[in-house]
């Protein structure tokens, strides 16, 4: 019987998000709802066949692989997984399966994320979370807030996140620019936006929320130098990926009131510790990275994992990111 790891469920849904009883008699599921540093899960996955991750949330590096001898399966969400060693899950014979491309389930995904930037956007610059701890500590309205209408609005990526980011900025009556390595006018124009140069996007937001995709090519895209061209009553927005901002430059951009606050859902190191400078700091609002964290999206993320579980326990693997390891499984 297949031994299944759900790793990193922290909202305790995975069971209910997709119907497991289909590999009852074929497998014994063990749920983890926290998450496992790289020595933990050493101890507490040897035992397993089968890895179930969601998203980033678990690094798989080489030296991981090297303590797990039982694993055989890895499925991820999306077609790669950018902490996992994919060349190390080969050569140890782990196929790694990916979830579906095109599925009609992830149709509404693409909201999830959008409409939780709108929030946070919101949450920032009205100083929700500020007020909200002052309240319940006995207090009361200590902070004044920000009109979005008629503010500029900066996109710093404007890919399908950006365009529906831009699409809620012009109905909240934001004028919207927009700036990215391969934007031209005519696309940023396409969705009510207007294209500009990195450095003036910093200049001329009100409010700069970013949408670029973690790479090489993005990673500490967002630097002291482009926090010092900002506004300081501007504020920044992170809902793609924290390594885009180079944090100990926010953290001493926001200490220094070099810009008035920001809304973070992603950070360098996830779960964020419970020492981090952030969770201390009256100018920063902060959310669990919840950008796709909706019952829709985990249905869809779910669904794609019991199906690739189901088809490795029948003998047949489906959308194997590292088809090599099929001869070594």
Known sequence: MLKIAILDDYAQVALQSADWSVLDGKAEITVFDRHLSEDEAAVALRPFDVLCTVRERMSLPRSLFERL??????????????????????EHGVIVSHSSVGNPAHANTVNATPELTWGLMIATVRRFSYEDRRMRAGGW???????????????LGLGRIGQRVAAYGNVFGMKVIAWSQNLT????????????EKDELFRRSDVLSIHVRLSERTRGLVTARELTLMKPEAYLINTSRGPIVVEADLIAALRAGRIAGAGLDVFDVEPLPADHPFRTMDNVTLTPHLGYVTRETLRAFYGDTLEAVQAFADGAPIRVANPQALTQA
Do not use: H, Y
């Not at 004044?144 to 503010?151: C, D, K, P, S, T």
């Open 185 to 196: 006018e005519e696309a940023a124009a396409a969705v009510g936006a207007q294209r500009v």
């Open 69 to 90: 001898p039982n694993l055989k399966l890895v499925t991820i969400i999306g077609t790669s997984l950018p902490n996992l060693d994919l060349a190390a899950a080969t």
């Open 141 to 155: 309205q200590s902070t004044v807030g920000m009109i979005l209408a008629g503010r500029t609005l900066g996109l």
